[in-house]
């Protein structure tokens, strides 16, 4: 079983960073995309970045040039920073990580507990 831990989230001013980061632990697995979604409230959750393999990324058009995602593989953790921060980037920001388990060939979706990240205008 693979458990996310997140943290970063915070309040801050718009035009502000902040910098989350999700921790991946467990047994038997092997990562494939490990990303950042977000969810406002009364809207559906949407991805904010993902990374594949070791480099190549992609972005939601409203982050890109602001937000930046990268990764440790040593310490099976992502990060996202977030730069030029808006009020309308204010939500909860959800880990995902899309990971094979070699023993059973298998693979599994698994969600962090969400970080509340909220922008002041």
């Known amino acids: 079983q693979v458990q996310l831990v997140e943290s970063g989230g915070g309040l801050v001013q718009a035009g502000g960073s902040l910098r989350l980061s999700c921790a991946a632990s467990?047994?038997?697995?092997?990562?494939?995309?490990m990303g950042w979604y977000r969810q406002a409230p009364g809207k559906q959750r949407e991805l904010v970045a993902v990374i594949i393999g070791n480099a190549n990324t992609d972005y939601a058009d409203s982050v890109k040039g602001r937000f930046a995602i990268s990764k440790d593989n040593a310490k099976n953790t992502v990060y996202l920073q977030m730069n030029s921060l808006k009020p309308e980037d204010t939500a909860v920001y959800y880990c995902h990580v899309d990971v094979h388990h070699p023993y059973t060939d298998s693979r599994s979706d698994v969600w962090g507990q969400g970080t509340q990240v909220t922008v002041s205008s």
């Open positions: 467990g047994n038997n697995f092997r990562i494939n995309t």
